[in-house]
């Protein structure tokens, strides 16, 4: 007691030898409970049969409607490698505030187990009021088990959803689809599974922005993925002995990301030209030449790079430089010591089955 308030309610009372009021009361007195979640969670699925990760329709549905329910945040959670951050950008444009990219280059694949680590850690840190996902083959694998890992409710297959004041009513057919039952659920956060086609995909923002997160994650370590703030900016270029340096013949992100497999299985560097980076396929600070890094590597590897002279600017100090390039008369191959005059994408296909077949000599 302090004076003549009680030090655990702080009202004036008769406390006197200990807090008369019980938990229950205490609770509500201070708004113990109040439901603290905030926020609209969507798995995001993407389509990889095209050249470039995309969004799937049902994903861009999923977003436009969780940013019609009211001013919380939409937060997105996608998993691929590091190509499928472009699908980011179409999730902005459909309504979508932050994006948590989990990467890691078989996300391109379904991974029950590891997708449900990732959703229900993203999850866990974001405490989002509702979690959406599409009823898919996947979404049906995935929902139920991320409820059941987070120990909360999900209303499967639902056709409708509608917002009231923070609760999410989730209406579904029921008894062989007689009837349309409208369900709310006691847990947090609000979980649904929405089959696809049931709300229209409304025309791109194009001029809307948001927050990418990196969450780099190992499928096999499981649960902890580890936050990078921007993993692009990872190694130093100046002092690399062997760098993959991609030009705009690079032609796609899937050649991109055959060439970042090749680099990794190898231990090189990847770099770029400048029109690699104004695609933004690749981050400035990977950027070798005049305005970007100047490299002496062992062995400078140059894959669809006209070797401009600005180019050349930054690697022509490289003491072995082999060119890819299709064009017999490209400036690369007046300075390179092997020269390849062919198709990028045959060259990295046929690397990657080499280095399939044989564990990858010292370079
Ligand atoms: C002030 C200034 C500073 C600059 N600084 C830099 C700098 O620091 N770094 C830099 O790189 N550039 C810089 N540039 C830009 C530079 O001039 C070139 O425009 C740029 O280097 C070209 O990049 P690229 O070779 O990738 O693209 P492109 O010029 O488009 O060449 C692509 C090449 O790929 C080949 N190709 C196409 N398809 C295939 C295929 N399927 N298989 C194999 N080959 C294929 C083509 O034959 C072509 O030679 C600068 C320019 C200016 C004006």
């Known amino acids: 007691m302090k004076g003549d308030s009680c030090s655990t309610c702080s009202t004036k009372s008769s406390c006197a030898g200990g807090c008369e009021r019980s938990e229950a009361e205490l609770a509500e007195m201070y ?4 439901d603290t979640s905030e926020g609209h969670l969507i798995w995001v699925e993407l389509d990889y049969s095209q050249s470039n990760p995309m969004l799937k ?3 861009k549905e999923l977003i436009a409607k969780a940013r019609s329910f009211d001013d919380q945040r939409v937060i997105g959670v996608l998993f691929g490698p590091e ?4 699908a980011a950008r179409e999730a902005f444009n459909y309504g979508a505030d932050t994006i948590y990219h989990v990467r890691h280059p078989t996300f391109t694949d379904f991974d029950l187990e590891s997708f449900t680590a990732g959703l229900t850690t993203v999850a866990e840190r974001v405490k989002p009021n509702t979690m959406i996902l599409a009823a898919s083959d996947e979404g049906r694998e995935l929902g139920p088990r991320a409820a059941a890992r987070m120990g909360v409710g999900i209303t499967a297959d639902c056709t409708g959803l509608e917002m009231e004041k923070g609760v999410l009513r989730m209406t579904r057919p029921t008894f062989g689809g007689k009837l349309m039952a409208t369900i709310i659920s006691n847990t947090r956060p609000q979980m649904a ?4 086609g049931s709300f229209l995909i409304p025309e791109k923002d194009e001029g809307r922005q948001g927050t990418v997160i990196n969450w780099p994650m190992n499928p096999a370590a499981g649960i902890e993925p580890e936050e990078s703030a921007e993993s692009e900016n990872e190694g130093c270029l100046q002092d690399a002995e062997l760098i993959i340096s991609v030009g705009s013949g690079i032609g796609n992100l899937r050649n991109l990301e055959l060439a970042k497999e090749i680099a990794e299985r190898l231990g090189a560097d990847m770099a770029c030209s400048r029109s690699v980076v104004e695609k933004g396929w690749m981050d400035q600070s990977h950027q070798v030449g005049q305005t970007g890094n100047v490299v002496r590597p062992r062995i400078y590897l140059a894959l669809g790079i006209s070797g401009a002279l ?3 600017a930054g690697m022509s100090g490289s003491q072995k430089i082999i060119a ?3 064009d017999p008369d490209a400036a690369i191959h007046q300075i390179a010591n092997i020269s390849i005059a062919g198709e990028v994408g045959e060259f990295l296909q046929r690397l990657l089955k080499k280095l399939d077949e044989e564990e990858p000599a010292e370079v």
């Open 193 to 196: 599974t929405v089959r696809p």
């Open 31 to 34: 708004d113990l409970y109040a």
């Open 324 to 326: 890819i390039n299709n």
């Open 83 to 86: 190509s499928a951050r472009y």
């Open 310 to 312: 600005q180019h050349q």
């Open 57 to 59: 329709d049902v994903s």
